[in-house]
């Protein structure tokens, strides 16, 4: 299994700023994901992020509302733009088992409070 | 529609009692894994399971596939106040994306000493 960590753990912002999260991995992986985790719900995907291209958002998510970076192999970012409190909520990334690509191992997430 | 159902909600029991999770579904699902997350912590994983009608167990933990790989149960024996935790069944459907988990809305579980 790889040790996945982000930074930062937690944060409390004011609405219309912006949050980056970082997620560092201890191996090389190929693909990176991204989700949100609402207060007593469970996670929806928000995009996947592949090294040297794109990412891909799913249904409900922008690029100008959660841009991603992927600069090598074992770091991605997710920020946060214009933030609402509707934005509240654990964010956490993951990265697929390099064994079996179906499964997946998280970092221990972001809590993030928009006042 | 929630494509994983999960069974019950919330689950309050005392120590050392036997209980059971469900995840459910109409889909077909390629492989299905179990985590669990307690306060403050991400999901960690428990067991991915592949082939229907599999069983695994871990500890006190047995995990089951349906036959038709559309459901799976997470049974736990003599359960303790350290099993606490939100139990998440996620998977992916079979000819689908083959990365792309979708999960369960999770069980809560509280066990009293």
């Known amino acids: 299994s790889a040790v996945i960590s982000q930074k930062p753990s937690r944060d409390i912002c004011q609405r219309g700023t912006s949050l980056t999260i970082q997620c560092q991995v201890d191996s090389q992986v190929t693909m990176m994901f991204w989700y949100r985790q609402q207060p007593g719900q469970s996670l929806t995907l928000i995009a996947t992020a592949n090294q040297g291209s794109e990412a891909t958002y799913e249904s409900g998510f922008v690029i100008d509302k959660f841009p991603i970076s992927r600069p090598n192999l074992t770091f991605s970012t997710l920020t946060v733009s214009n933030l609402s409190p509707e934005d509240s909520s654990i964010y956490l990334c993951?990265?697929?088992?390099?064994?079996?690509?179906?499964?997946?191992?998280f970092g221990p997430g972001t809590r993030l409070l928009v006042l | 529609t929630q494509l994983l159902e999960q069974s019950p909600q919330f689950l309050s029991i005392q120590e050392g009692e036997n209980l059971t999770v469900y995840c459910n579904s109409s889909?077909?699902?390629?492989?299905l894994q179990w985590y669990r997350q307690e306060p403050g912590e991400g999901p960690v994983l428990l067991v991915t399971?592949?082939?229907?009608?599999e069983v695994k167990k871990l500890k006190r933990l047995t995990f089951q596939f349906g036959d038709a790989r559309k459901d799976s149960s997470l049974h736990i024996t003599a359960a303790q106040p350290g099993d606490t935790g939100l139990y998440l069944c996620?998977?992916?459907?079979?000819?689908?994306?083959?990365?792309?988990?979708?999960f369960g809305k999770g069980t809560l579980l509280t066990v009293n000493p």
């Open positions: 889909s077909v699902f390629s492989s």
């Open positions: 996620a998977g992916v459907r079979s000819g689908g994306s083959n990365y792309k988990l979708t």
């Open positions: 993951s990265v697929e088992d390099q064994g079996f690509q179906e499964t997946q191992y």
């Open positions: 399971v592949v082939t229907g009608g």
